[in-house]
């Protein structure tokens, strides 16, 4: 009962490391993240494969997440033409491209990726970032080029950054923001918890704000069965199933579980939804905040 009749895989990833760089997959030795396992993700990993991992889910779209920030626009180019293979089925129905908005042609950038018919916003990773960008005045101008392209943005940061991402969203409350991962919830101890809760809880009073559980395999690794479903609970309490979208994250959480029991996991933590419910939160609000209806 707890599975969904429809899924959009709502985060993913596809590379093929003959045609692109990828400089984080192409760098010989342990991942300070992942360690010696991060050799199981230095392979290519194409819509085939993809299809193979999905199986028998009722996985009807996805989007696709930059994989590499080297050629963003060369990226995209590759992912669209895959896409348009009849092998691909149309996977990926959707792309979120790359742009750095601490650039000079971040314009031409974000042009570019405009003109490929599957770009709908983009992604630029911050929990990581040195120089704290989000306090930085040119970055934070530059980001309001995404209005011109009607672009939604992927906000990947910290539950401690909240302040700075804050002041982006209420700066910006005419773009639409996409929390991925759950908001890093890596931080399990009763603090981090509570961190955690208090920053969803301040982005869900933010209408321009939304929520996508995916990640979980990567965060939590062989433990992700022992937190999906109390991290996908709260999600729920917190922002509500019209506001909440879901992804696999793969083939990077390949690294914590099989495709079918990440899902698995996400159908546990939904389990007492109505049918419409559970429709938005693994169908409706990716269609909608991905543009899906419109492809």
């Given at each position: 009962?707890?599975?969904?009749?429809?899924?959009i895989?709502?985060?993913?990833?596809l590379?093929?490391?003959?045609?692109?760089?990828?400089?984080?997959?192409?760098?010989?030795?342990?991942?300070p993240?992942?360690?010696e396992?991060?050799?199981?993700?230095?392979?290519?990993?194409?819509p085939?494969?993809?299809?193979?991992?999905?199986?028998?889910?009722?996985?009807?779209m996805?989007?696709?997440?930059?994989a590499?920030?080297s050629?963003?626009?060369?990226?995209?180019?590759?992912?669209?033409r895959?896409?348009?293979a009849?092998?691909?089925r149309?996977?990926?129905?959707?792309?979120?491209?790359?742009?750095?908005?601490?650039?000079?042609?971040?314009?031409?950038?974000?042009?570019a990726?405009?003109?490929?018919?599957?770009?709908?916003g983009?992604?630029?990773?911050l929990?990581?970032?040195?120089?704290?960008?989000?306090?930085?005045?040119?970055?934070?101008r530059n980001f309001?080029?995404?209005?011109?392209?009607?672009?939604?943005?992927?906000?990947?940061?910290?539950?401690?950054?909240?302040?700075?991402?804050?002041?982006?969203?209420?700066?910006?409350?005419?773009i639409?923001?996409?929390?991925?991962h759950?908001?890093?919830?890596?931080?399990?101890?009763?603090?981090?918890?509570?961190?955690?809760?208090?920053?969803?809880?301040?982005?869900?009073?933010?209408?321009?704000?939304?929520?996508?559980?995916?990640?979980?395999?990567?965060?939590?690794r062989?433990?992700?069965l022992?937190?999906?479903a109390?991290?996908?609970?709260?999600?729920?309490?917190?922002?509500?199933?019209?506001?909440?979208?879901?992804?696999?994250?793969?083939?990077?959480?390949?690294l914590?579980?099989?495709?079918?029991?990440?899902?698995?996991?996400?159908?546990?933590?939904?389990?007492?939804?109505?049918?419409?419910?559970r429709?938005?939160?693994?169908?409706?609000?990716?269609?909608?905040?991905?543009?899906?209806?419109?492809?």
């Amino acid at each position: 009962m707890s599975r969904p009749k429809r899924i959009i895989d709502a985060h993913h990833h596809l590379w093929d490391l003959s045609e692109n760089i990828h400089p984080w997959l192409s760098k010989a030795g342990p991942h300070p993240m992942f360690g010696e396992d991060f050799d199981a993700l230095r392979q290519t990993y194409l819509p085939a494969t993809f299809l193979n991992d999905i199986g028998d889910l009722p996985v009807e779209m996805s989007v696709h997440l930059q994989a590499d920030a080297s050629d963003p626009v060369r990226e995209s180019l590759g992912l669209n033409r895959m896409a348009k293979a009849p092998a691909s089925r149309g996977f990926p129905h959707a792309i979120v491209g790359y742009a750095d908005f601490s650039k000079p042609d971040v314009a031409d950038i974000l042009a570019a990726q405009a003109e490929i018919s599957r770009v709908v916003g983009i992604r630029q990773t911050l929990h990581h970032r040195s120089g704290r960008p989000l306090d930085q005045e040119i970055w934070v101008r530059n980001f309001g080029l995404l209005r011109k392209h009607d672009f939604s943005f992927e906000l990947q940061v910290y539950p401690r950054q909240l302040s700075e991402a804050l002041r982006l969203v209420d700066r910006y409350d005419d773009i639409q923001f996409v929390l991925p991962h759950a908001g890093l919830p890596q931080d399990r101890t009763a603090e981090g918890i509570q961190q955690w809760q208090n920053a969803m809880c301040a982005f869900a009073k933010r209408e321009n704000v939304v929520v996508k559980a995916s990640g979980f395999g990567m965060m939590y690794r062989a433990d992700y069965l022992k937190h999906t479903a109390a991290v996908i609970r709260d999600l729920l309490a917190i922002f509500g199933a019209n506001r909440c979208l879901a992804g696999s994250n793969y083939p990077v959480d390949r690294l914590g579980a099989s495709y079918a029991d990440i899902w698995q996991s996400m159908f546990d933590g939904t389990s007492e939804l109505s049918i419409d419910e559970r429709d938005g939160f693994y169908f409706g609000t990716a269609a909608r905040i991905y543009k899906l209806n419109e492809h």
